[in-house]
């Protein structure tokens, strides 16, 4: 059973545009949902954290919207450039410390 | 801030042959690690927690006698592909939480393991 849902798989954005990539989980015990940016061939990279106690965070250019009630959140990706161009993946996990729970991934092209 | 390094970066073996991949805390100590495998343009799977002085917990369907993790120290875990086929080919990747300053969870930069 997959812990977390992500969709699209795939997206395509002009620059200057914005990107959103949303995300679904089940369990209600999860406590942290990290957003990761992976080039390929390397190791995933963190993006913007968020816990269910705030409904927004905002780092630069990127935002994490979070709903608790319908246990989605979603990552915002504004002015998006095409150096931004990459695979992104949602997780879920009870405390930072613990094993990730990861989305599918959404490749993000962004066209100049 | 705190690195996560792993050893070798990229692997071809032959098939029957056993690997062994290092993942490293460079400058914070980690009681525990995680180990997840990557196929192509598909998502991580953990594969394992790696505890530090006790045994590796395993995931569901993971081969603990395939996939032997070794966490000798507090900064180090090994993941020894034994008796590798090709269908273990894949993206290695392990991740470190630093409990201290950072409060963060780090991943290698991973390890491709091509077996022919």
């Known amino acids: 059973q997959q812990q977390v849902k992500q969709s699209p798989q795939s997206l395509i954005v002009q620059k200057g545009g914005i990107s959103i990539i949303n995300c679904a989980y089940e369990?209600?015990?999860?406590?942290?949902f990290p957003w990761y940016q992976q080039f390929p061939g390397k190791g995933p990279a963190l993006l913007i954290a968020i816990r269910p106690d705030v409904s927004e965070k905002k780092e630069g250019r990127f935002t994490i919207s979070f709903n608790k009630s319908a246990k989605q959140f979603s990552l915002h990706i504004m002015d998006s450039q095409p150096g931004d161009s990459a695979t992104y993946f949602c997780a879920a996990s009870r405390g930072n410390f613990n094993k990730f729970y990861f989305g599918s991934g959404t490749k993000l092209n962004v066209k100049p | 801030g705190a690195v996560v390094s792993q050893h070798p970066s990229w692997v071809i073996c032959k098939s029957g042959t056993s690997v062994k991949i290092e993942c490293r805390s460079l400058?914070?100590?980690?009681?525990?690690m995680f180990w997840y495998r990557q196929f192509p343009k598909q998502s991580l799977m953990l594969m394992a927690t790696?505890?530090?002085?006790?045994?590796?917990?395993?995931e569901q369907g993971v081969e603990k006698d395939k996939f032997l993790i070794n966490h000798a120290s507090l900064t180090l875990s090994t993941l020894t592909v034994t008796s590798a086929h090709p269908e273990d080919s894949s993206f290695y990747i392990c991740?470190?939480?630093?409990?201290?300053?950072?409060?963060?969870?780090?991943f290698g930069p991973g390890t491709r393991l091509t077996v022919l």
């Open positions: 991740s470190a939480p630093d409990r201290g300053l950072s409060e963060e969870q780090f």
């Open positions: 790696s505890n530090e002085g006790s045994k590796a917990t395993y």
């Open positions: 369990n209600t015990a999860f406590d942290y």
């Open positions: 400058d914070f100590q980690a009681t525990t």
